[in-house]
T-cell receptor, first 115, second 112 residues
C-alpha cells in the first residue's frame, strides 16, 4: 500500500458525460501528478500540482481539468467523454521536487470505461 | 526531451533463472531513473531509483539496477526469479520536480 488513495476504483459511464476522479496523496506529500494509462499510448503524464498550484501540463485534453484543494487532495474532471477516454487513470504524489523527495508513489488507479 | 526505450516487449524466463530487463534513456544531463512494477489490476510499485552516487542501486524484492552513463542505460536485474515476479515492468526517467517519462513496459512471464 503506497498511501495514495483514489476513488472510485471503477467507473462506467456513457459518451458525452462528465466524471470526477479523486485522489488523496500520502500524508505530507505536497505534489500530485495525474497519469493516464492506455494500451495504445502507454503511461502518459497529464498534469501536476504542487501545494495547490498547477505546476506542469502534459498531454491533457482541453476537455479535462484538475485542481488541488487546500487539504492537498486533488480531483481530475473529465467532460464530454469519448470512447477513447477509456483508460486507467493514476494519481501519484511526492513530498517535494528535488532529490529523494521527488520519488513518486502511485495510487491503485481508477479504471474508466466509456460506453 | 527526455525519452525512455524498453527494447523488449515480452520476456519469458524460467523460475530460478536470472533476469535482466533493458532500459535506455535519452537525456542531456544526469537523470533521475526509476523502475516500477505493475501486477495485473494493480497500481505501480516503486522497485528502485537512482539519483546520484553509487551506480549500482538495490531495491525491493531482490532487484538491483546499474546506471551506465556511457551506454545511457539503467538495466534491471535479479539473480533468481520467482513466479510472483511475473508482472509488467516500467522504466522511467524524470527531471527534478517534474513528471516521469515512462517506457512502454516489459511484460515478464515466469515459467515453472
Amino acid at each position: 500500500d503506497s498511501g495514495v488513495t483514489q476513488t472510485p476504483k471503477h467507473l462506467i459511464t456513457a459518451t458525452g458525460q462528465r466524471v470526477t476522479l479523486r485522489c488523496s496523496p500520502r500524508s505530507g506529500d505536497l505534489s500530485v501528478y495525474w497519469y493516464q494509462q492506455s494500451l495504445d499510448q502507454g503511461l502518459q503524464f497529464l498534469i501536476q500540482y504542487y501545494n495547490g498550484e498547477e505546476r506542469a501540463k502534459g498531454n491533457i485534453l482541453e476537455r479535462f481539468s484538475a485542481q488541488q484543494f487546500p487539504d492537498l487532495h486533488s480531483e481530475l474532471n473529465l467532460s464530454s467523454l469519448e470512447l477513447g477516454d477509456s483508460a486507467l487513470y493514476f494519481c501519484a504524489s511526492s513530498v517535494g521536487l528535488a532529490g529523494p523527495s521527488y520519488e513518486q508513489y502511485f495510487g491503485p488507479g481508477t479504471r474508466l470505461t466509456v460506453t | 526531451a527526455q525519452s525512455v526505450t524498453q527494447p523488449d516487449i515480452h520476456i519469458t524466463v524460467s523460475e530460478g533463472a536470472s533476469l535482466e530487463l533493458r532500459c535506455n534513456y535519452s537525456y542531456g544531463a544526469t537523470p533521475y531513473l526509476f523502475w516500477y512494477v505493475q501486477s495485473p489490476g494493480q497500481g505501480l510499485q516503486l522497485l528502485l531509483k537512482y539519483f546520484s552516487g553509487d551506480t549500482l542501486v538495490q531495491g525491493i524484492k531482490g532487484f538491483e539496477a546499474e546506471f551506465k552513463r556511457s551506454q545511457s542505460s539503467f538495466n534491471l536485474r535479479k539473480p533468481s526469479v520467482h513466479w510472483s515476479d511475473a508482472a509488467e515492468y516500467f522504466c522511467a526517467v524524470g527531471d527534478s520536480g517534474y513528471a516521469l517519462n515512462f517506457g512502454k513496459g516489459t511484460s515478464l512471464l515466469v515459467t515453472p
